[in-house]
């Protein structure tokens, strides 16, 4: 069974930045399309980054301009830059393929302070 551990998020000042990082427990990272949500409070789980397996990336339009995605296929992980933070990037971020097909793992906090 896969495993994805999710880990480098923190509390920071609006205007901050964070690297995420997401390692998998078997090869998946170089043939799958991958991908990073995030879920805040109340609300429902979000796409937020993609990557293809040919490494063409997507954004939603919050993040577009401050936020990078990248993957390591040789150590197979999955990073996410996050550079000029706000508040409203506060939640746990996950990532998992895109489309989801493997169990979500236990993210990690984000939390920016205002």
């Known amino acids: 069974q896969v495993q994805l551990v999710e880990s480098g998020g923190g509390l920071v000042q609006a205007g901050g930045s964070l690297r995420l990082s997401c390692a998998a427990s078997?090869?998946?990272?170089?043939?799958?399309?991958m991908a990073w949500y995030r879920q805040a409070p109340g609300k429902q789980r979000e796409l937020v980054a993609s990557?293809?397996?040919?490494?063409?990336?997507h954004y939603t339009n919050s993040v577009k301009g401050r936020f990078t995605i990248s993957r390591d296929n040789a150590k197979n992980t999955v990073y996410l830059q996050m550079n000029s933070l706000k508040p409203e990037d506060t939640a746990v971020y996950y990532c998992?393929?895109?489309?989801?097909?493997?169990?979500w793992g236990q993210g990690t906090q984000v939390t920016i302070s205002s």
């Open positions: 998992n393929t895109l489309p989801d097909r493997i169990n």
């Open positions: 078997r090869i998946i990272i170089s043939v799958n399309a």
């Open positions: 990557i293809t397996t040919l490494g063409t990336m």
